[in-house]
């Protein structure tokens, strides 16, 4: 039989046809070959380079300790905070086993391994068993899935790191990486101002991230800018070894001094921490501002924390009472609407009025005021701030302002909005606003101190008008940050931070009134034996309870001089337990006595002669 | 049969010879130059790759000694055992890679049932279209009764779930029906009707595929665009042998992208070779087809070479990006023991069918020499 009689059944054309369609494939494939090869896509590039380098920061181990976090100091160069490095014994598996052909020779570089490391970490004082290193790499060896990097070591300090290395120098695919550590030598004394910092999960190397206060404020300018390696990955994701040629250098972070005193920051948190134990307060916030130029000397609020203690508990001690809280100012607000008033002229220091006599009460309308204390009758507006008389600031302020002019002296004195020191999370100072005001409670609300919140930093800044006879100026709690190369520092000779408010003439006499609070008023308790201090005490209630915000405003030196610092003190939630234990005189006095006296002596200003007297006890 | 055509013949298992050992050893020489860096044991999938080779020579040794005519008797046993290692595969506990079912794990190899499917059906067809004689040709007597075997292999290798290898088994069973004699018409019909029947089968995993084919009209696929680079870096003459880098960014270099290697490291003209020896070993296939002096030798010699061209086409439209992806291997140069043993004994039966179509004619040579004395 022949092959077309036997192969008659199959349709020949059919296969012809068929190859000749794989013939033509063919073709198109080598068609396609050619232009892939020869003439590629000018895109692919790109996309594959997109794919396959990933830009990353490696401030860790290719430009080792360039770009740290940069250290915060206070206004005398003392250091805030820190950063130091631990470090992790990384071992590259494949390298370290590269060329080993047998299972002696493997064994043999796994066991010097953790043999010279164990030793290297016994010699400077850390427990590390050789045997669970020797597990550890072995376990890494004969793994069934191929592991390349082993973190040998974790957490070891500079010391260890630098005897490790000398134990393991030689070896082949050994690298140390590093991660941040931040170190506050004040701990729970400037914990609150300089913030924390934490794990920032973004950041592929570990540094660390400010998470509140300055360290998070600053941030970007203490961080500096990691630099960046390209870093290959191959197709299962490995990381390949970085190319050590950066395509931009890591920068620096940027030093930041802060007008901070460590010093009298300390001052304030002792005296805090006794005040607020003997009035069994909640806490108790302190600022002390320089009054030369505004600069925060000390902001701080008992109980604090350390940042090396931090737990969930103690967390809430974190927050910055003396910039965060608010609080109703109380009495505190009386010189601002009586010396407004003696500003716009509508009052003199001898203007008399009839303040309710002995029983200390007068109707405005359906609305009864009440005198705190029992005064003489009449009162001038000198004795007004003296006795700190409610009556006779509500008439001052309602009669002779009117609900106008009181808002005019709110506004002049900006005692709305949020205070411009840059420390995060500063909350928005308020009173009634206008459009909402009652044509009478909140006219004679306002002379004493309700319808408001303010934070003690406002206060104080409040009081630093008198301080600097009758000029605004803005706190600044930054003294000085350095930026790409520049020094970044607030000009205090800029004009626009100095705004004439008050006359001369008009600061002074009401700061000689606040003076005499001291030794006629409701200052007593505050008086120093040391300095002379002008005082406005405040002891605004919690609504119809028997707990109160006792506070004092303070500035000192003032007698025939400009003074040097104004203090204020706040105590959160006094409860009245009977005479002398919560008013603002006798319960936050004598801690801003304190604060002033071991300021001052601090600061070396010598004390002023011919002062007697000392503590009052009340 | 010609005196002529004695050296023709010859020269077709000479060159289906040469081809596939070409084809083999730079398979070995692939395996050679991607060896990973990270490898714990160095060149290991070489050493075993060139074991496979040995193996597949052995094999194909052995097949062209049985001959094809006593495989194709035997193609229902091995279409049976066919199916029964696929239905291994859907075992519980089976492991999966990538999400699918595909090996079964031997030890020290792991084999592939679909690979061995494709072999089972080149010489199950023709034991089939020997058996119905001319009622092959007719929707009752041949298409229906074949599609039953054929559609049920392919049940199973979708299973896996293997679209891939389904869609390749379902065309080669398909040309190799209609190229003994069943009418293409029919074929249509039946794809027409069957594709949405395949969709609604795939279910969610058809929203994968789907995927991937809208990714391959967009950005394309990571493997493919690193591919490209790679490639396109290999310009004319490529980087030189063991100088690549391709083994650290294109996933399965050694796998379905073993092209990348070759036109990595060995240029557009490597590229250009490994095309040329997959033409020449086909083309001789397909002669050696059209030479073959039965129906049997014909449908395996055609149905072997379309195999090996099909998928060694469908491979390199994937890997230079000019279909949607797809994981296939390429015949001789990836890595696999299933994959290259199969081409063994496919090449084995390829030389059988031209031994067979020799015999007679070296008879008749003898006979004019005898006649001439």
Redesign the interface.
């Known amino acids: 039989m022949s092959t077309e009689v036997k192969t008659a059944l199959v349709d020949r054309r059919s296969a012809q046809l068929f190859a000749l369609i794989i013939a033509t494939i063919f073709c198109f494939l080598l068609v396609r070959l050619f232009m892939v090869q020869m003439r590629p896509a000018s895109n692919i590039e790109g996309k594959a380079d997109a794919q396959r380098f990933r830009r990353e920061s490696r401030v860790g181990t290719a430009l080792p300790e360039k770009a740290v976090r940069a250290e915060l100091r206070d206004r005398e160069g003392r250091l805030l905070a820190a950063t130091w490095f631990e470090y992790d014994l990384v071992v590259d598996m494949v390298e370290l086993l590269r060329g080993a052909d047998n299972r002696a020779e493997r064994a043999g570089r796994l066991s010097r391994l953790s043999n010279a490391t164990a030793k290297a970490l016994s010699a400077c004082g850390r427990k590390t068993e050789m045997r669970a290193l020797a597990t550890d790499l072995m376990k890494a060896a004969n793994s069934q899935t191929p592991v390349r990097w082993l973190r040998l070591v974790k957490g070891m300090d500079p010391k260890s790191q630098r005897a490790v290395e000398a134990a393991v120098v030689g070896t082949r695919g050994l690298r140390f990486e590093h991660r941040e550590r931040r170190s506050f030598p004040y701990g729970a004394a400037t914990a609150q101002v300089v913030g924390i910092v934490g794990e920032n999960p973004k950041d592929a190397v570990g540094r660390v991230a400010g998470r509140t206060g300055v360290e998070f404020q600053l941030d970007r300018i203490l961080a500096g800018e990691a630099g960046r390696l390209p870093l290959e990955k191959d197709a299962a994701g490995r990381e390949l070894l970085p190319r050590w040629i950066a395509e931009a250098e890591p920068v620096p972070g940027g030093m930041v001094t802060l007008t901070l005193d460590a010093e009298i920051q300390r001052i304030c948190m002792e005296v805090l921490e006794k005040s607020v134990g003997a009035c069994k307060a909640e806490k108790g916030s302190a600022v002390v501002l320089s009054a030369r130029n505004g600069e925060v000397l000390a902001a701080c609020t008992w109980p604090s924390v350390d940042p090396e203690k931090l737990n969930a508990k103690t967390a809430n001690n974190l927050n910055l009472g003396a910039f965060l809280d608010l609080y109703e100012p109380g009495s505190t607000i009386k010189p601002l609407f009586i010396s407004w008033a003696l500003q716009k002229g509508l009052v003199t220091m001898d203007t008399r009025f009839d303040c309710g006599g002995a029983d200390g009460v007068h109707q405005f309308g359906p609305r009864l005021v009440r005198e705190y204390h029992a005064n003489p009758n009449p009162l001038t507006v000198r004795e007004v701030l003296i006795k700190s008389s409610n009556v006779g600031a509500v008439r001052i302020g309602h009669e002779r302002l009117g609900i106008d002019g009181e808002y005019e002296a709110l506004a002049a004195f900006r005692m709305s909005g949020r205070l411009k020191v840059g420390y995060p999370s500063m909350p928005n100072n308020r009173y009634t606003p206008r459009a909402q005001a009652h044509s009478l409670y909140t006219p004679t609300s306002f002379p004493q101190g309700y319808e408001m919140m303010m934070s003690p930093l406002m206060m104080a800044r409040m009081f630093l008008v008198f301080a600097r006879g009758g000029e605004f100026m803005d706190p600044v709690l930054v003294l000085e940050a350095s930026k790409d190369g520049r020094v970044i520092a607030p000009d205090h000779s800029d004009p626009g931070r100095h705004v004439r408010v008050l006359d001369r003439e008009v600061a002074l006499s009401v700061r000689g009134a606040l003076e005499r609070v001291m030794e006629e008023g409701t200052g007593k308790s505050a008086r120093s034996s040391k300095y002379s201090i002008a005082a406005k005490t405040g002891t605004p209630k919690i609504g119809k309870t028997e707990v109160y915000n006792p506070i004092i405003c303070t500035m000192a030196p003032v007698h025939e001089r400009d003074p040097e610092i104004v203090v204020v003190v706040i105590h959160h939630h006094v409860r009245n337990r009977g005479p002398g234990t919560y008013t603002g005189g006798t319960v936050s006095g004598p801690p801003a006595r304190d604060i002033i006296e071991r300021t001052l002596e601090y600061m070396r200003i010598p004390h002023e002669a011919g002062r007697t007297g000392g503590v009052q006890k009340p | ?1 010609t005196e002529a055509k004695v050296p023709d013949m010859q020269r077709h298992v000479s060159m289906v010879i040469l081809c596939a050992l070409a084809l083999a050893v730079i398979g070995v020489l692939i395996q050679v130059a991607v060896d990973s ?4 044991v160095p060149y290991q999938r070489a050493a075993r790759q060139a074991i496979y080779v040995v193996a597949a020579a052995l094999l194909a040794f052995g097949a062209s000694l049985i001959g094809y005519r006593r495989a194709v008797n035997l193609a229902p046993w091995g279409l049976y055992a066919t199916w029964a290692l696929l239905a291994v595969l859907l075992l519980p506990g089976m492991p999966r890679r990538g999400g699918a079912v595909r090996w079964i794990d031997l030890g020290p190899f792991n084999m592939q049932p679909s690979e061995l499917a494709k072999l089972a059906l080149v010489l199950f067809i023709p034991y089939l ?1 020997e058996k119905r ?2 009622r ?2 007719t929707l009752r007597g041949g298409l229906l009764p074949a599609l039953g075997w054929v559609g049920f292999t392919c049940f199973l290798v979708l299973l896996e779930p293997d679209l891939g290898q389904t869609v390749l088994l379902f065309i080669l069973a398909a ?1 190799l029906l ?4 069943v009418k ?1 018409q029919y074929f249509l019909l039946l794809i027409s009707l069957g594709v949405p029947g395949l969709i609604a089968f795939m279910g969610d995993r058809w929203d994968y595929v789907r995927a991937r084919i809208e990714g391959f009209l967009g ?2 696929s ?2 493919v ?2 591919g ?2 790679f ?2 870096e ?3 003459l490529g980087t030189g042998v063991g100088e690549g880098r391709s083994q ?4 399965e ?1 050694h796998n379905d992208f073993a092209l990348v290697a070759v ?1 990595e490291q060995a ?2 003209f490597g ?2 070779c490994v ?1 040329a020896l ?2 020449g070993l ?2 001789s296939g ?1 002669r050696i ?7 049997a ?3 395996v010699a ?1 149905g072997a070479s ?1 195999m090996i ?2 998928q060694a ?1 469908i491979n ?2 994937v890997v ?3 279909v949607p992806p797809k994981g296939m291997s390429i015949p001789f140069l990836s890595f696999g023991g299933s994959s290259l043993l199969m081409l063994g004994i496919a090449v084995g039966l390829l030389l059988s069918v031209a031994k067979g ?1 020799e015999e007679p004619a070296l008879a008749s040579a003898a006979q004019l020499q005898g006649a001439a004395s």
Do not use: H, K
Not at chain 2, 37 to 40: I, L
Not at chain 2, 178 to 181: K, L, P, R
């Open positions: 049969m860096p990270m490898a714990q279209a004689g001319d092959f040709r040309v209609v190229v003994n004699g293409l950005e394309g990571y493997q665009r690193q490209l680079i490639f396109a290999g310009g004319p650290l960014f294109v996933p270099i036109a240029g557009f590229s250009l095309v997959f033409l086909c083309w397909f087809a059209m030479a073959a002096r039965d129906r030798g014909f449908t055609f379309f061209a099909l086409a390199i439209s230079t990006g000019s179509e």
